[in-house]
T-cell receptor, first 113, second 113 residues
């Protein structure tokens, strides 16, 4: 079945540091890939997505590129801020009629001033 | 436009008690989903409803029942709560068959003693 593996946390960075959170996946067919973010005490929000190979999703300074050859979708940001502190989830959906999401376990990011 | 709303926000139950978690969306979405979030486990799908009048099991359906009351509302029922059901529950919805983005509610934090 489908699965998502993302790097274990927690990740602690200083403000303006470079961020990478690794994500790899196993799926049948051609999945769509997502990064969701969960700020403290809130629900999940879509951060970015990519629907086919070599697509780059971007939002709020975050980027991730759909790499079919390495089955990866790593999240990057060049300069993190304290307000980026949150839990980040990598996820995929294999489409079909139900578009069920399969999530990774989440990575807690803490950014210190 | 409130998006996806969930009630209650918090709930404490004793083992064996029953309760229903409510979810409603005002975006005219066809598909709705219930997930649970546990530490170190990411989000796991409990049940989903591809359209009004249909429901299907997800990854972890045991101990739960659902009702798609109408297009707006999708409830999750625990008939006899167990400590293993202590979790944060998220409802989500998706707009059409051809769109893979899900929108999440703020969550219900449930503790079963």
């Amino acid at each position: 079945g489908d699965s998502v593996t993302q790097m274990e946390g927690p990740v602690t960075l200083s403000e303006e540091a470079f961020l990478t959170i690794n994500c790899t996946y196993t799926a049948t067919g051609y999945p769509s890939l997502f990064w969701y973010v969960q700020y403290p005490g809130e629900g999940l929000q879509l951060l970015l997505k990519a629907t086919k190979a070599d697509d780059k999703g971007s939002n709020k300074g975050f980027e991730a590129t759909y790499r079919k050859e390495t089955t990866s979708f790593h999240l990057e940001k060049g300069s993190v801020q304290v307000s980026d502190s949150a839990v980040y989830f990598c996820a995929l959906t294999s489409g079909g009629s139900n578009y069920k999401l399969t999530f990774g376990k989440g990575t807690l990011l803490t950014v210190n001033p | 436009n409130a998006g996806v709303t969930q009630t209650p926000k918090f709930q404490v139950l004793k083992t064996g008690q029953s309760m229903t978690l409510q979810c409603a969306q005002d975006m005219n979405h066809n598909s709705m989903y219930w997930y649970r979030q546990d530490p170190g486990m990411g989000l796991r799908l409990i049940y989903y409803s591809a359209s009004e009048g249909t429901t299907d099991k997800g990854e972890v359906p045991n101990g739960y029942n659902v009702s798609r009351l109408n297009k707006r509302e999708f409830s999750l029922r625990l008939e006899s709560a167990a400590p293993s059901q202590t979790s944060v529950y998220f409802c989500a919805s998706r707009v059409t068959e051809s769109t893979d983005t899900q929108y999440f509610g703020p969550g219900t934090r449930l503790t079963v003693l």
